[in-house]
């Protein structure tokens, strides 16, 4: 018997040799630690590692993933996600007879407890060994290095509407170990969304446009033109950076930390370093 990160059970009789993956970041994890080759199909969205990925069926997207083909690539094994699926596809799929193992990562913490559970599962668990040790170095690290100094930061996901990096994410713990305050915690919802006048009323220091989701670029900075009473706008702090770098959980976590607390400290520096 198997429990995933709801609480939910599963029957598997052994290790799956047959895994199809829902969420982006854990397709990329999946590689990482040398499971790739019982990766059988993956959502239009799974983008990493490229030129492995190739060929593999494609799935529709996340929040549609296409449940024919699923079942007839005759998975062990579905891995979702609950932020990255809806929780009616999980289902369907699960009533169907389909073994589907979701996570929960809300929290820089979650991803070497939800990643080791995992690779349990799949019988991984040496191979993963290696960098979840250097995870769980890394975040113990950003701690000790903590100045107790914050940012007031706010990190856009989208616009038009704008919404904003909120409470219970991955990305805004990641700030947050960094060293950012997210403006975003005062507004309501784990994503709030909002006229951008009333995100500039919170006054950040530092503005992060993201690659992903949405894909902000430097065109988007004309947008806080009629701001410049904001310091992030006044002092020119606003960064693009490397959405999957904020967002995906898991091989860039480590990476990650170094790069958004040295950005944030600096509230100038590039986020898009390797």
């Known amino acids: 018997m198997v429990v995933d990160a709801l609480g ?11 895994i199809i993956s829902l969420v982006p970041s854990l397709t990329e994890w999946l590689f990482s630690v040398g499971l790739g080759d019982r990766v059988v199909g993956v959502t239009d969205y799974c983008l990493e590692p490229a030129a492995a990925l190739a060929g593999l069926p494609r799935l529709r997207g ?3 993933p296409d ?12 891995i979702a996600d609950q932020e990255e699926n809806r929780e009616r596809e999980v ?22 407890e939800q990643l080791g559970a995992l690779a349990m599962v799949l019988g991984a ?3 993963a060994a290696p960098q979840l040790v250097a995870l769980r170095a890394a975040i113990a690290a950003t701690a000790r290095a903590a100045t107790g100094v914050v940012r007031p930061t706010l990190a856009f996901i989208w616009r038009d509407p704008w919404m904003a990096v909120g409470a219970e994410t991955y990305a805004g713990d990641l700030l947050r170990l960094c ?9 309501p919802g784990r994503y709030p969304r909002a006229p951008l006048a009333t995100f500039m009323a919170l006054r950040p220091e530092l ?17 806080f033109v009629p701001f410049a009473d904001v310091p992030a706008v006044r002092d020119d702090r606003i960064v693009c950076c490397d959405g999957m770098l904020l967002t995906w959980p898991g091989p860039r976590t480590v990476t990650a930390l170094r790069v958004f607390s ?10 898009d370093r390797p």
């Open 8 to 18: 939910r059970q599963l029957e598997l009789q052994s290790p799956p040799r047959r």
């Open 179 to 187: 060293g950012a305050a997210n403006g975003a915690l005062q507004l």
């Open 207 to 223: 503005i992060l446009l993201p690659s992903e989701p949405y894909p902000f670029s430097e065109h988007d900075r004309a947008a």
């Open 62 to 64: 996340t929040k549609n």
């Open 91 to 112: 289902l369907a799929l699960s009533a169907s007879g389909i073994a589907v193992y979701v996570t929960a990562i809300r929290s820089v913490a979650d991803v070497p």
């Open 125 to 127: 668990a040496a191979q």
């Open 67 to 78: 449940r024919e083909r699923i079942r007839a690539l005759h998975p062990d094994l579905v």
């Open 262 to 271: 040295e950005l944030i400290a600096a509230g100038t520096a590039a986020a």
